[in-house]
């Protein structure tokens, strides 16, 4: 799936890391979902940051935001992480809590990112590949 993730991203854009998750926006004191499951990615390109959320169903970007030193990243649950984003707050319920937690480490610690090679084409296993199975909580 990393892959197809790698097409549809921007041409030189590096995938730090990437899950099976679903994206909410905070909406008057509520979460609300924003469409289908689908792929949350870390991407790189030079020195900039960006989150996106893919719809594999479409190969579409169905949203993306660049990644900011006051974005207030947290771990609200082992499968939960939430965001400022650029106009609202943004929750991410990843399919897996081992996924969540290399993805949390992942967007904690972007300098190291920077300093090493990231996700190859070329690669035959990746530690942020989607993976089929689902959380079921």
């Given at each position: 799936i990393n892959?197809?993730?790698i097409f549809i991203l921007t041409n030189g854009t590096i995938v730090v890391f990437s899950a099976a998750a679903r994206l909410y926006k905070a909406n008057t004191g509520s979460w609300q979902v924003?469409?289908?499951?689908?792929?949350?990615v870390l991407s790189r390109q030079g020195g900039a940051y960006t989150f996106?959320?893919?719809n594999l169903s479409n190969s579409r970007i169905e949203w993306t935001?660049?990644?900011?030193?006051d974005l207030g990243y947290t771990k609200?649950?082992?499968y939960f992480h939430s965001f400022y984003g650029t106009s609202q707050t943004i929750g991410v319920s990843f399919a897996e809590e081992n996924e969540a937690d290399k993805f949390f480490d992942?967007?904690?610690d972007r300098d190291t990112h920077s300093r090493r090679a990231s996700f190859s084409p070329a690669s035959s296993s990746n530690p942020g590949a989607l993976s089929d199975s689902k959380r079921t909580s």
């Open positions: 892959y197809s993730i924003n469409g289908p499951a689908g792929a949350f996106s959320f893919i935001d660049n990644v900011r030193d609200d649950k082992p992942s967007v904690n």
